[in-house]
């Protein structure tokens, strides 16, 4: 495991001293002793104090991912197993149902660069940090037997590490079965709906777990409801509406793949004469529909992260300016407006302040019905600040008069 010590400099480690996980490798002053990248060791402050024990990568920008404040403590088998069994406790009591849910979220479970979601019976990885690759086997092995004490059997489970950012860990990028292949097209039901989930080509894991309690949220809008649903994905939001009761929606994607199985699902629920699907570019499409004439009494707004670093932030404000703004003008005097953000660099004041600006572009007032964000399965730990990402506004739109 290596004796590595991490010194940091003067004033360095303010995060991690406030309770964060992560250590950047120009808070460092020094590392000295015997150690391979992804070794546990030891970190101190700038004047010898310990601060805890760490796993380090000098591959990458991101040295030092702290694993516990227990400098007396081993990260050993055991301490990993007592880490998965804490997460897995977690969502039995938090999670209204565990028939679908985040089991592992990373740094808020003390288990730095590693998510684990359940889909049925079948468990998806993605490992994105070298230390924790390490664990990855015993992390599934230990959920497998926690959820079989529980009466759940795992029947498969499958690797999605090929996020691009394993490559700044200077790791490759991975996908496939971890034990015996199965069936990736798998089943789920949330909410009552019913989903068919790739676990092999979908995004990220295959489905979006994060808005859970955000699509039921919008159901009692729906009853009579004409809705259109902007980036529908899979069509979680438009099945929520259509079996809520609504006379018509509209779900719309620029995947091809994503609107195909959104149709596969509304099939799925018997909902296929009273939701369709249509693949454009939303950007275009909103517009067009505009100059048609077309309202609606609930417009869904819920787009992939258009900005993944502090340096795209501009050009993500103009997006979430434009959608929103484009959204408004076709939400009925009286309608609603759910609409969100999924990127943590667009923080809570930054998107609120953007859709303001929206609304009064297009002289609209606001009503805030709720805020939301994402579901507990993703819990938001306050000391990283990464872990708050999804933020959820519902609002009823008015006309200035």
């Not at 990855?136 to 959820?147: F, R």
């Not at 902007?230 to 994503?258: P, R, Y």
């Not at 369709?276 to 992939?304: H, M, N, S, Y």
Request: hydrophobic share 40%; with cysteine.
């Amino acid at each position: 495991m290596g004796n590595g010590i991490v010194t940091l400099k003067r004033g360095g480690g303010r995060a991690v001293k406030a309770g964060g996980p992560w250590i950047y490798d120009n808070e460092v002053e020094s590392v000295v002793g015997t150690f391979s990248d992804g070794d546990m060791v030891l970190v101190h402050d700038f004047d010898g104090y310990p601060l805890g024990r760490g796993f380090i990568n000098r591959k990458s920008k991101l040295l030092v991912r702290m694993m516990t404040r227990n400098v007396a403590q081993e990260v050993d088998e055991e301490f990993i197993r007592m880490r998965v069994k804490h997460a897995w406790e977690y969502r039995k009591r938090v999670m209204d149902d565990v028939g679908s849910c985040r089991v592992i979220f990373g740094e808020a479970d003390f288990l730095p660069g590693i998510v684990v979601d359940k889909f049925s019976d079948v468990l998806v990885v993605q490992s994105l940090a070298l230390g924790i690759e390490r664990f990855k086997l015993l992390i599934i092995e230990t959920l497998k037997e926690l959820m079989a004490e529980d009466g759940i059997r795992i029947c498969g489970v499958y690797e999605r590490s090929d996020a691009k950012v394993r490559e700044q860990e200077g790791m490759e990028r991975t996908k496939g079965f971890l034990g015996e292949p199965f069936e990736t097209r798998v089943e789920i039901v949330e909410n009552g709906v019913r989903y068919l989930v790739d676990v092999a080509q979908g995004q990220k894991t295959g489905f979006f777990l994060d808005q859970k309690y955000n699509r039921r949220a919008i159901r009692r809008l729906c009853p009579g409801a004409r809705v259109l649903d902007c980036f529908t994905h899979t069509g979680s939001f438009a099945l929520n509406a259509g079996l809520a009761g609504a006379s018509h929606v509209l779900g719309v994607d620029a995947s091809e793949s994503g609107v195909a199985l959104a149709r596969e699902n509304a099939a799925l629920n018997h909902l296929q004469d009273q939701v369709e699907f249509t693949c454009a570019d939303v950007f275009e499409f909103l517009p067009k529909l505009e100059r048609e004439g077309e309202q609606f009494d609930l417009v869904i707004l819920d787009p992939p992260a258009f900005t993944k670093s502090r340096n795209s932030i501009k050009n993500a404000v103009k997006g979430y300016r434009e959608i929103n703004l484009r959204a408004m003008r076709l939400v009925r005097d009286g309608g609603y407006l759910a609409t969100c953000s999924c990127s943590h660099f667009m923080d809570y004041e930054l998107f609120t302040k953007t859709i303001g600006q929206a609304a009064q572009n297009v002289h609209k007032r606001l009503r805030q019905v709720e805020y939301r964000t994402q579901a507990p399965d993703h819990p938001v730990l306050w000391a990283a600040e990464e872990s708050y990402y999804l933020k959820f506004y519902i609002f009823q739109v008015c006309e200035e008069k």
